[in-house]
């Protein structure tokens, strides 16, 4: 070709050529980042059904004896209820892991309605759990003081996977055995429409879910206890 010979149209520079190659990549990149968007909702809305309905049909073991009980602090509900169980002999000693250290042994003991042998006998605080890792980590140390192999786990029923699943973790060679208290929000089956307890269970399911992943993945995280906590006879600070 000449430089003077006219360009046809198949020999023109296609300046956009490139412009719409890249348009279109991007297109694809959107339309399959937002594909996967909705697969990942999706997945979690379904994770959260089976979760709610997991935790709304739970139903606490009519026959369970382990070597000693843990309960969660969360509210004397659930210390009430582990102190039941002591007394009716599921277990030989109680932890109550994850107490304020502003509590005294006295204070739980009036607030529960329990005798003070029964504190004096079987009983022990825990003060240095702030969260739900730091429970097992608590546990788990008092476990291998005891030399306990089973332990039944006392706490609201929302609560029970997560928490059973950082126990084992923590402690896997122990069989933890669930107790679940049942929340009374979750008590009606129209629970959903009560904004309180929804919100407790997207919040647990959330929880849940990233317990999940550092299981899975390995990722670590603090011990959730604190330097001074400890774990006290009750009968020495009442």
Sequence with gaps: MTPNQPLHDGDRPRSGAGLFARKGLIRRALRYGGMIVILCVAILVAGFLVFADSVTGMRPPETVKADAIVVLTGGY??????????????????????????????????ATRTSPDVFECCVDIGYGAIDTIGNANETAIWI????????????????????????????????FIGYPVVNADLKT??????????????????????????GVTGWSRDQGLRPEGEITESGRNS
């Design 189 to 214: 089956r129209a629970w959903y429409s009560e904004p309180d307890a929804m919100r407790t269970m997207l919040s647990e399911y959330g929880k849940t879910v990233v317990a999940y992943i550092r």
């Design 77 to 110: 509900q659930r210390i009430e209820q582990a102190i039941d169980l002591l007394k009716r002999g599921y277990g030989e000693r109680l932890l109550i892991s994850g107490v304020n250290p502003a509590t005294t042994p006295g204070q739980i003991r009036k």
């Design 144 to 175: 291998r003081d005891k030399g306990y192999r089973s332990v039944l786990v006392v706490t609201s029923n929302y609560h029970l996977a997560r928490s059973l699943m950082e126990l084992r973790r923590s402690d896997p060679d122990t069989d």
